[in-house]
């Protein structure tokens, strides 16, 4: 194998890894956007928000002493990120909304630049 060979090899390699990197994070905004209005409808329903610790379990399992629960509110359960992490969920919102709603990207931990970079809802 030629070495430009290896090398335009290589640069295909990345580009499509690139593209799949993007095509994930576009799916976690998607997923969480799906996510934020399914928490909206629950706080219509319900009168209030999912608490943390209840999380987003609380949009597919009807918790005892919630008459007013209309779901499930999603159709095929809670997803897991591109990753196959869970989102973090906390309410209240700590940066000026009613809930935080994340993913830690690729890397699984918080901060990050490119695909390891957080997904929020903020």
Request: some cysteine.
């Amino acid at each position: 194998m030629s070495a430009c060979w290896r090398r335009a090899s290589s640069r295909a390699a990345l580009a499509t890894s690139r593209r799949v990197g993007k095509s994930q994070v576009k799916v976690a905004r998607a997923q969480i956007d799906a996510l934020g209005k399914a928490l909206d409808q629950f706080r219509r329903d319900v009168g209030h928000y999912p608490t943390s610790e209840e999380g987003l379990r609380a949009l597919v399992v009807q918790r005892s002493g919630e008459p007013n629960w209309a779901g499930p509110y999603l159709r095929k359960g809670v997803p897991a990120d591109p990753w196959g992490r869970p989102y973090v969920y906390q309410q209240p919102g700590t940066h000026g909304g009613d809930f935080d709603l994340s993913s830690y990207g690729k890397d699984g931990r918080p901060g990050g630049n490119g695909e390891d970079a957080d997904i929020t809802n903020w």
